[in-house]
Every structure is written in C-alpha cells, then in structure tokens.
C-alpha cells in the first residue's frame, strides 16, 4: 500500500522497505528464495513498475533498481514477469513516454532492457515480446548520454543472442519451429533497429562508435543485400577513415566475416524470397554467368579494401 500512497515521502520509504526485504533481508527474517519470488512475481512486480513513472525522481530510481534485481534474481523464469514489466518499459521508455531528466535513471533504465533479453533463456517468450523491445531500444537509442547509447547497443546485441538458435542445435520439428519464429522475430525487426543504432556510427565517443559497430554486427545476418547496400553501407563508409585505429581494426575485422558468412549463413534472408532464390539457382545452373557466391561482396568489398592503404 505504501508505495501507491499519495505522499512521495512514504512511497520512497516503501520502496526501500520492500527493496530491503525482499533481497537483503535481516536475523529474524531472511530474504526469500528465487521460488518464492516468482510467486510473488504477478503481484509485487506490477506495482513497482508503477514506480517507474513515478513524480519523484528517487521513486523511480528505486523502482527500476527494485526490476532489475528482479529480473537478475528470476533469470531464466521472466515469463512470469514480463507479461507485467514489459507494458511499464514501453509506457516509460518507449514512443510518447515523458522525457527522463535524469542520466542515471536512464541509463539504468536502457540497462535494464538489456538485462531482460539476456536474462530470458526461452527464446519462444522472447520473440513473444519483440515488437514491444524492440520499440524501447529505437527510443533509447536517441538518447543523448553516451553511456545510455552503449546500454542501447549491448541490449541489442543481447536482444539478438537470446532469439538467434544455433543451427546445429535444432534436432527436432519443436526446435525448427522455435527457430522459425524467433527468426522471423530478427527479420522483422532487424531493418529498425539498425537504422536507429547506426547514426551512433559517428559519435565523438569512440567507444560508442564500436559499440555501435557490434550492435550493427549482430544484425547484419537478418538484413537483406538491398538493406546492407541502402542502410549499412552509407551509414559506416567514413568509419574507413576513422581516426581512431582500434574502430578502423574492427570494421575491417567486420566487415571480413560479413563477407564470408553471407555465404556461409543459411540464416542470410534474399531479397526475393525462395521463389527468386529457385529462380537464382535454375538461372545459375543453366548460364555461364553464375551468381556471386559471396552476395555482399559487391558492397563491401571497396570499403575493406581501403585496409591495404591504412597506416596501422
């Protein structure tokens, strides 16, 4: 009760009493075990996010340090608290949300994003809530403080990692079509999210700029050729002459399995679907003129190429 009260003073001593309780405990009591903190889940985590967009400020720095520990504690097990914590993240931070004046609630905030795509080891209620992240990162991602930006890029990346199976995992129809779904999740979504990543391509951070360049990594296996040739390219052509050499070194480390896997990666969409993808191989096995077996080489190739020339 105490952290719907009116008075903001009562709502923060709440928050720290329930803080408190719920994971340090004390002698007489001692915190309560991950079991029993995913009972309490669709009660307690409902009304800390409410919190969340609290009028006073240590309210919701409260409450969203109260989430993620949450969601650390309960890792593996969020499909009982996402239904509740993803809906609070998206009114919070996702488009038309109020504008967060403070940089530390923010960052914790983006933070806690990526906690929850890392944390969330069922890829099935991952993909589940996509849509909905994905539209938390694209709003995160325009944040001006840099160390929001980095958070943005890892969440990305984790948000990737955790919908992405291995191939050689699947080993039955379940598997391959857990693996349809979350993909078709990545395909869906890939386009927005690396458009909103990649302006940090040119921060004056260069610790932003790699950051950035990982998040675009982890999803160039889901972009098509004319996203790669229209999206990707543009956005990293000056990164060849970037003036710091460990962000040159990593694009042309990129850029290099980029190239490769875009054969190697079954995953790779084709811009035509597989009725062009029949028609390509038919085409190819009736001409002289085969195909590229290396379908982003044509765009990336020129831009690796200026390795040869760079100082280091």
């Known amino acids: 009760n105490g952290i719907s009260d009116a008075d903001r003073s009562t709502r923060r001593r709440a928050f720290d009493a329930l803080t408190k309780r719920l994971f340090v405990g004390d002698a007489s009591r001692p915190p309560p075990c991950d079991a029993t903190l995913l009972e309490l889940a669709p009660t307690v985590v409902p009304a800390a996010a409410r919190g969340a967009t609290d009028a006073a400020e240590k309210v919701r720095e409260l409450s969203v340090a109260l989430l993620a520990r949450y969601v650390e504690r309960c890792a593996g097990s969020l499909e009982r608290i996402l239904p509740s914590l ?52 694209r709003e995160t991602s325009r944040d001006a403080f840099h160390d929001v930006k980095k958070a943005t890029h890892r969440a990305v990346q984790a948000f990737v990692e955790g919908l992405a199976l291995d191939p050689e995992k699947i080993k039955s129809a379940d598997d391959a079509a857990v693996a349809e779904e979350t993909s078709v999740a990545l395909r869906k979504n890939a386009a927005a999210l690396c ?96 195909g590229c077996a290396l379908p982003l080489a044509p765009c990336l190739l020129p831009m690796l190429l200026t390795g040869v020339a760079d100082e280091t």
């Open 195 to 290: 458009a909103s990543v990649l302006p940090d391509a040119r921060h004056r951070h260069s610790q932003v700029r790699l950051s950035c360049l990982r998040a675009v990594s982890s999803l160039v296996p889901f972009l098509t050729v004319t996203e790669m040739e229209e999206l990707v390219t543009p956005s990293l052509w000056f990164m060849c002459a970037d003036r710091t050499p460990g962000v040159r070194f990593e694009l042309h480390r990129s850029l290099t399995k980029w190239i490769v896997e875009s054969n190697a990666n079954a995953r790779f969409p084709n811009d035509g679907g597989d009725e062009r993808v029949a028609g390509d191989a038919e085409a190819a096995a009736t001409s002289d003129d085969a």
């Open 86 to 137: 993803v809906p609070t993240l998206v009114s919070a931070m996702g488009r038309g949300s109020a504008d967060e004046p403070s940089e530390e609630i923010r960052f914790a905030r983006a933070t806690l994003v990526g906690d929850v795509c890392a944390n969330t080891k069922n890829p099935n209620v991952l993909a589940s809530f996509a849509d909905e992240l994905c539209d938390v990162m």
